[in-house]
């Protein structure tokens, strides 16, 4: 994440290194400032667009900015290192979420933020910020996305589910259906009943990609099996089941919320093919192979790095992992992985589709890879070298 994401929810990930305090004329001077009811200060230092619209909860925002404490410490800014951050705004501090809501584009702002609108007595970032700490930041807006918006559920196309879950499919997407085992990319938006915005994860930097059967809280996985690739549902949700650990300070007492959901991606693991015998090439080690597809690009030596296409299977077909899953290859130095993989790939070329059957002692063991991988166990892979580095 970008280091102002990591300000609202993990504390700072990368400060300036040394920690230098910087002259006190650093920081802008305020011009003609003005006192929020939650008691932070601002001034606009450069005016953007006049009458022009502003950014709201859950609008990915592009900004640029600069933070210090009190004591004129510069303790972040994202001037140094390679462009603007964006972020949900609702997904940052307090003092941040209202303070880019009051901006157009290309405003230009000086904040001053209490605690309270920070990161009160636990402060953040190791010690960098310290408990109770006022903090200044100067931000520059320099666009922002909206965001999906809340719709209220039409009680005549609301729908229950096996679990009583009630929802409405607003748009069924298209393709197949799906099962259990598809892999997806799922959005998602929650607010209150009353429409008050609670969180949005449509535009997260690390988006939520898995198996169905893997997402976090059974709704999840039980809105998703009612779409298809693209389809979108509202759906009313006990609070309970939305957030078993950790309430959302926005929903108050609210009993219920309300999520919309989306299949944004689908990606389709390939299907088990179990080997067959006289299909596969056997080598001095043990491993075994059946070339699918010959590629035409470069071959890798073991202390290259690769890029690679794989799936998976312990020998009765069970899938243990999956980069087609998460819907991106995996990288790593060829030297780094099993025994099978490393002689099994440098006999494949750029492009090429291979299945291996990797016994025990050439992939964990006697030890296994718990809780999937037994001991001893034999593997099944599909492997697609995409790019030798």
């Known amino acids: ?21 910087v002259p006190k004329s650093a920081i802008p001077e305020d011009k003609d400032p003005i006192t929020t009811k939650s008691g932070m200060k601002y001034s606009v230092l450069q005016a953007g667009e006049k009458d022009g619209q502003k950014p709201e909860l859950g609008d990915r925002v ?23 951050v964006q972020f949900a705004l609702g997904a940052v ?15 230009r702002s000086k904040f001053t933020i209490p605690p309270g609108l920070a990161y009160g007595e636990a402060g953040a970032g190791r010690g960098v910020i310290p408990p109770n700490a006022t903090l200044t930041f100067e931000i520059e807006l320099l666009d922002f996305e909206k965001g999906p918006a809340y719709v209220a559920m039409q009680a005549d196309k609301v729908l229950t589910a096996k679990s009583g879950l009630k ?9 197949d259906a799906l099962t259990a085992s598809d892999s ?4 998602f938006g929650v607010w209150t009943t009353a429409g008050g915005f609670v969180m949005n994860h449509f535009f997260q930097p690390q988006p939520l990609r898995m198996p169905i059967d893997q997402l976090p809280v059974p709704f999840m996985q039980e809105l998703a099996l009612e779409l298809k690739e693209g389809g979108v549902c509202m759906a009313e949700v006990p609070v309970a089941d939305a957030f078993p650990s950790r309430k959302p300070p926005q929903l108050g007492d609210d009993t219920k919320c309300i999520w919309m959901v989306k299949v944004a991606q689908v990606f389709r693991v390939p299907a088990f093919q179990a080997p067959v015998a006289d299909k596969l090439t056997k080598t001095a080690s043990g491993l075994q192979y059946e070339v699918l597809r010959e590629g035409t690009g470069k071959a890798p030596a073991a202390t290259d790095t690769v890029q690679v296409h794989y799936a998976g299977w312990l020998e009765d077909g069970t899938g243990f ?3 087609y899953g998460r819907g991106e290859p995996a990288e790593f130095p060829l030297n780094g992985v099993i025994a099978g993989w490393t002689e099994g790939v440098q006999l494949m070329k750029e492009g090429a589709i291979y299945q291996f059957v990797i016994p025990g002692n050439l992939a964990y063991g006697a030890g296994g ?3 999937k991988i037994g001991p001893n166990a034999t593997l099944v892979f599909r492997i697609e070298l995409v790019k030798v580095r």
């Open 1 to 21: 994440m970008n280091r102002i994401l990591s300000l609202a929810v993990a504390g700072i990930t990368a400060l300036a290194s040394a920690q230098d305090p």
């Open 167 to 175: 929802y409405e499919i607003a748009s069924p997407g298209t393709g």
């Open 321 to 323: 992992d999956s980069s």
């Open 62 to 84: 592009k900004v640029n900015y600069t933070g210090w404490l009190e004591n004129g410490t510069e303790f972040d800014t994202n001037r140094s290192r390679g462009g603007p």
């Open 93 to 107: 501090i307090p003092g941040w979420n209202e303070g880019v809501a009051l901006m157009t584009r290309g405003t």
């Open 369 to 371: 890879s718990p809780p």
């Open 184 to 187: 997806i990319e799922l959005q």
